[in-house]
């Protein structure tokens, strides 16, 4: 067998795999960038700390506390300057300097842009750059006080100015409360004219007269045991409404009487017209005060103070008296003796045990005989108490630096209203009520007790004899305020009292309807007297 020859060649190189090449790769990178950043982060942190310390220099430099307490802060005196400069706009409108007005605040605009623009940047104020504008202001501000534009100048002009607008504001208040009142005495044309129509009716029929001569003889006019009502007043339309709206509400009006007393002027018409109506089988008795012989001056105080010539000038005279007495207590009608004759009732009528008392200026919309079945407790008068919500006490109505009223009366007793009175006229005889309102009246003859009205009397006179009754039957305000509408649903009497009556223009309106559905307008009178 043949011999292989000797293979002289040079032995092959082993081979590394391209895996562990890559990976060495790889790994050389990497440590590259291992070196590279912490080289970077050696370098970086004095560069950061360096950024943070500035930081916190600029926000120490803007710290607005320390800026404005610093006697040398540039933002405190122009923020000084603005205030001044804004009190100055104030007092040169006052003054009617517009044009200053206008010069000062464009430049506490452009003191603001500044302070606006410090305060974006995170740096202070510093002189230069506020040198213009604190220059300028300053300028407006000496301006200012060269006009004596100073505090004290104007504290003096503005105590001035404020006791001027207070003697215009009096001034406008006596004349709103004058020609209110006047609107509030007027007699509306139609009622005039109503007045007038039915006095020709009266004289041109004869059989009304008849009429009424029949009534005169009615024994339901004595009867103690129906419901005896009373009205004093002047006033046709007003005491229409106050029969009518009874007469309505009543579940049995052919118990009902009413006691009507006006004056001799309104007699005749006033006689026409309830002869004339029928107010559902209610009996109506008309009288006139001047048929009462016994109501002289000899033995009623308010006549005897007519007779004095101080008191005629103090109703009268319509002289002034410097304002030192408002006009509503000047009013005659508080001397008239449909107002007074409130006190005399027992004597008007002589025979009559109970009756209850209502203002012509109330409407009725409840049942009202369940008056007449409560009981008094021995006292004269029924009355809604009215020391709760905006109505008053004592102490309002009377002059309590008098010894009379300060020794007899209790500041804080509870007030009640007349309007709406259940009257014992038996027990009125018995304690002389009558006498007591005389003694009162002839001690206010110089008007130092009280100023005003029948109502100061009244609480003196029937002082611990009134008994308190539910509110519900006696709703007051009408005439002057805002009442709660769930009174008045529940109210059986509603009173107007007040200037604002219903039948006058200026009476408040969302109430005129609560009086105006108990008048008849397509009455052939009211119709031909403009009634609407």
């Given at each position: 067998?043949?011999?292989?020859?000797?293979?002289?060649?040079?032995?092959?190189?082993?081979?590394?795999?391209?895996?562990?090449?890559?990976?060495?790769?790889?790994?050389?990178?990497?440590?590259?960038?291992?070196?590279?950043?912490?080289?970077?982060?050696?370098?970086?942190?004095?560069?950061?700390?360096?950024?943070?310390?500035?930081?916190?220099?600029?926000?120490?430099?803007?710290?607005?506390?320390?800026?404005?307490?610093?006697?040398?802060?540039?933002?405190?005196?122009?923020?000084?300057?603005?205030?001044?400069?804004?009190?100055?706009?104030?007092?040169?409108?006052?003054?009617?300097?517009?044009?200053?007005?206008?010069?000062?605040?464009?430049?506490?605009?452009?003191?603001?842009?500044?302070?606006?623009?410090?305060?974006?940047?995170?740096?202070?104020?510093?002189?230069?750059?506020?040198?213009?504008?604190?220059?300028?202001?300053?300028?407006?501000?000496?301006?200012?006080?060269?006009?004596?534009y100073d505090s004290a100048t104007m504290i003096m002009r503005l105590k001035a100015r404020i006791q001027a607008l207070e003697e215009q504001m009096g001034s406008?208040?006596?004349?709103?409360?004058?020609?209110?009142?006047?609107?509030?005495?007027?007699?509306?044309?139609?009622?005039?004219?109503?007045?007038?129509?039915?006095?020709?009716?009266?004289?041109?029929?004869?059989?009304?007269?008849?009429?009424d001569e029949g009534r005169k003889m009615d024994a339901k006019l004595m009867d103690s045991n129906l419901f005896h009502f009373c009205v004093f007043s002047d006033?046709?339309?007003?005491?229409?409404?106050?029969?009518?709206?009874?007469?309505?509400?009543?579940?049995?009006?052919?118990?009902?009487?009413?006691?009507?007393?006006?004056?001799?002027?309104?007699?005749?018409?006033?006689?026409?017209?309830?002869?004339?109506?029928?107010?559902?089988?209610?009996?109506?008795?008309?009288?006139?005060?001047?048929?009462?012989?016994?109501?002289?001056?000899?033995?009623?105080?308010?006549?005897?103070?007519?007779?004095?010539?101080?008191?005629?000038?103090?109703?009268?005279?319509?002289?002034?008296?410097?304002?030192?007495?408002?006009?509503?207590?000047?009013?005659?009608?508080?001397?008239?003796?449909?107002?007074?004759?409130?006190?005399?009732?027992?004597?008007?009528?002589?025979?009559?045990?109970?009756?209850?008392?209502?203002?012509?200026?109330?409407?009725?919309?409840?049942?009202?005989?369940?008056?007449?079945?409560?009981?008094?407790?021995?006292?004269?008068?029924?009355?809604?108490?009215?020391?709760?919500?905006?109505?008053?006490?004592?102490?309002?109505?009377?002059?309590?630096?008098?010894?009379?009223?300060?020794?007899?009366?209790?500041?804080?007793?509870?007030?009640?209203?007349?309007?709406?009175?259940?009257?014992?006229?038996?027990?009125?005889?018995?304690?002389?009520?009558?006498?007591?309102?005389?003694?009162?009246?002839?001690?206010?003859?110089?008007?130092?007790?009280?100023?005003?009205?029948?109502?100061?009397?009244?609480?003196?006179?029937?002082?611990?004899?009134?008994?308190?009754?539910?509110?519900?039957?006696?709703?007051?305000?009408?005439?002057?305020?805002?009442?709660?509408?769930?009174?008045?649903?529940?109210?059986?009497?509603?009173?107007?009292?007040?200037?604002?009556?219903?039948?006058?223009?200026?009476?408040?309106?969302?109430?005129?309807?609560?009086?105006?559905?108990?008048?008849?307008?397509?009455?052939?009178?009211?119709?031909?007297?403009?009634?609407?």
């Amino acid at each position: 067998m043949r011999r292989r020859a000797a293979d002289f060649r040079r032995p092959a190189k082993r081979r590394w795999p391209n895996v562990v090449w890559w990976t060495l790769c790889g790994i050389l990178v990497l440590l590259f960038i291992v070196i590279l950043s912490k080289d970077s982060q050696v370098e970086s942190r004095p560069s950061m700390s360096k950024r943070y310390y500035q930081r916190e220099k600029i926000m120490e430099g803007l710290n607005i506390t320390d800026e404005m307490l610093s006697p040398n802060s540039v933002t405190r005196q122009i923020s000084d300057q603005i205030s001044l400069a804004k009190a100055f706009v104030v007092i040169a409108k006052e003054s009617n300097n517009l044009q200053f007005a206008w010069e000062l605040s464009a430049q506490i605009r452009n003191s603001q842009v500044l302070l606006s623009n410090a305060a974006t940047r995170r740096t202070p104020l510093t002189v230069t750059e506020s040198e213009t504008s604190i220059r300028d202001l300053a300028l407006l501000l000496f301006q200012a006080q060269q006009l004596h534009y100073d505090s004290a100048t104007m504290i003096m002009r503005l105590k001035a100015r404020i006791q001027a607008l207070e003697e215009q504001m009096g001034s406008v208040s006596e004349k709103s409360s004058k020609y209110g009142q006047i609107a509030a005495e007027e007699i509306p044309k139609s009622l005039f004219c109503l007045g007038v129509r039915l006095t020709t009716e009266w004289f041109k029929r004869p059989n009304l007269q008849k009429l009424d001569e029949g009534r005169k003889m009615d024994a339901k006019l004595m009867d103690s045991n129906l419901f005896h009502f009373c009205v004093f007043s002047d006033n046709i339309l007003a005491t229409s409404v106050v029969v009518n709206s009874t007469s309505i509400n009543s579940r049995n009006p052919d118990k009902v009487v009413f006691h009507l007393v006006t004056d001799e002027i309104n007699y005749a018409p006033m006689k026409a017209w309830f002869n004339m109506n029928d107010f559902r089988g209610v009996t109506v008795d008309v009288q006139k005060f001047e048929d009462l012989s016994w109501l002289n001056a000899s033995y009623v105080p308010v006549l005897k103070q007519l007779q004095d010539s101080e008191t005629q000038s103090y109703y009268f005279s319509g002289s002034n008296d410097g304002s030192k007495t408002p006009i509503k207590f000047r009013n005659p009608k508080y001397l008239s003796m449909l107002n007074h004759l409130r006190f005399y009732i027992p004597e008007v009528f002589p025979v009559l045990k109970k009756v209850v008392f209502l203002d012509d200026d109330v409407v009725v919309q409840k049942d009202l005989s369940g008056l007449f079945s409560i009981d008094l407790n021995g006292n004269v008068n029924g009355a809604v108490e009215t020391c709760m919500e905006t109505f008053h006490r004592y102490h309002k109505y009377l002059n309590y630096s008098h010894p009379l009223i300060r020794e007899n009366f209790d500041p804080d007793a509870c007030g009640w209203a007349f309007g709406m009175n259940v009257f014992d006229l038996v027990e009125w005889r018995r304690r002389n009520v009558t006498g007591i309102y005389h003694y009162w009246q002839e001690n206010n003859i110089d008007r130092t007790l009280w100023k005003l009205g029948t109502l100061p009397p009244g609480l003196l006179t029937f002082y611990g004899l009134t008994e308190p009754l539910d509110p519900s039957w006696h709703v007051l305000g009408l005439g002057y305020t805002n009442v709660n509408p769930q009174l008045i649903e529940k109210g059986a009497v509603l009173h107007y009292n007040g200037n604002s009556k219903p039948w006058l223009k200026i009476g408040m309106e969302k109430y005129k309807p609560l009086w105006e559905k108990y008048v008849d307008y397509t009455h052939p009178l009211l119709q031909r007297c403009n009634f609407h």
